[in-house]
């Protein structure tokens, strides 16, 4: 189901429209710029949809700009949806998800005037001059996880679940394999696609039939669905750890919590937004792994010794120097 908003950034304007828009700054309202932005899920789940919202609040007050979203928006619905924002006199529309990429780059090209942002995790071969590229760049984070997994199993055995087969979570499995090999680790890894990132009882039943098998780390790649994680490692016999991505989940287990790869998506779309503002309509930006940039994971590590906590950032700060290289594999998962 499609819901459209406004959101009020600085003062609320109301207009005789099917969309309210808000914005601030200085500009008159011909010169101010429309941003609007569409969601695969709910603005309130804690994970990727809501890093998104918090990063266009941010960035439309930063800039002045009118805002409005769409959430929960069905991939059926994506072109629908994105076509009503270009008709609709809005400049820049964020796709936040690479569900709706296909949707995008067919719509693009109908409106040459409005710029399109999408997340990607490779760089386009043919680029659309009016559309950024954000390259999500996952693998650096699933790395440094699979090294902290292989150093906290006790069992030996590693489990990883996301919800759909898509070229990023094989890159994030080569990732944590190779980051596996490189550590000298005879641990191994399941890996599971449950079909939906969001489904709390199939990613329940999925982390209890790793703890099933053995598995006492877990790495999810799921989204809304960690909530069933959650209560299965809180449930388990045995002490069962996990690591997730975009946010810290450490108050929903604090005791099987380990790290999460973080997202910052204001840093990416500020240098987006501004680059637009100065007339660029489409480019390339890549999420950069280190320290004070849009990744890097979350420390320190909760429920391990110092020890590994230090060995764990060694390996995270390797990665963004350069000194250890991570291969990114998107075509076949490499054992």
Not at 152 to 164: I, K, L, W
Not at 180 to 189: C, K, Q
Not at 267 to 276: A, D, E, G, N, T
Not at 303 to 314: K, M, S, W, Y
Request: hydrophobic content about 45%; some cysteine; aromatic content about 12%.
């Amino acid at each position: 189901m499609k819901r459209i908003y406004g959101i009020a950034v600085v003062c609320m304007v109301v207009f005789l429209a099917p969309v309210a828009f808000a914005g601030g700054g200085q500009e008159t309202a011909s010169e101010q710029v429309n941003f609007a932005v569409i969601f695969p899920g709910s603005i309130q789940d804690a994970d990727y949809n809501t890093l998104g919202y918090t990063a266009m609040q941010t960035i439309a007050g930063e800039f002045g700009l009118r805002t409005s979203f769409s959430e929960r928006v069905a991939v059926p619905d994506a072109e629908r949806v994105l076509r009503e924002y270009a008709t609709s006199d809005f400049d820049i529309i964020w796709v936040h998800g690479s569900q709706f990429n296909g949707a995008a780059l067919t719509v693009a090209p109908d409106y040459p005037d409005v710029t399109f942002i999408i997340e990607v995790d490779m760089v386009p071969t043919e680029p659309l001059a009016n559309m950024w590229y954000m390259d999500r760049n996952f693998h650096p984070g699933f790395y440094v996880l699979g090294a902290l997994a292989s150093m906290v199993t006790q069992t030996g055995r590693v489990g990883y679940f996301t919800g759909v087969q898509l070229p990023f979570a094989t890159e994030e499995i080569n990732a944590i394999l190779q980051a596996f090999r490189d550590m000298g680790s005879d641990a191994s890894l399941e890996y599971l696609f449950i079909g939906d990132f969001n489904d709390t009882v199939r990613t329940r039943q999925a982390a209890e039939g790793f703890i099933s098998q053995g598995i006492d780390v877990i790495i999810s790649g799921v989204n809304l669905g960690n909530y069933g994680l959650y209560n299965a490692v809180v449930d388990a016999e045995e002490s069962v750890f996990f690591a997730t991505k975009y946010t810290s989940k450490e108050v929903h287990a604090p005791d099987n919590y380990l790290t999460s790869d973080l997202f910052n998506f204001e840093l990416p779309l500020r240098q987006v937004m501004q680059s637009f503002l100065n007339g660029e309509a489409g480019g390339y930006l890549k999420l950069e792994f280190g320290e004070s940039a849009a990744r890097w994971p979350d420390f320190p590590i909760r429920n391990v010794d110092g020890a590994t906590n230090d060995r764990v950032l060694e390996i995270a700060r390797g990665i963004a120097s350069g000194e250890i290289e991570v291969i990114r594999n998107q075509s076949e998962i490499v054992r």
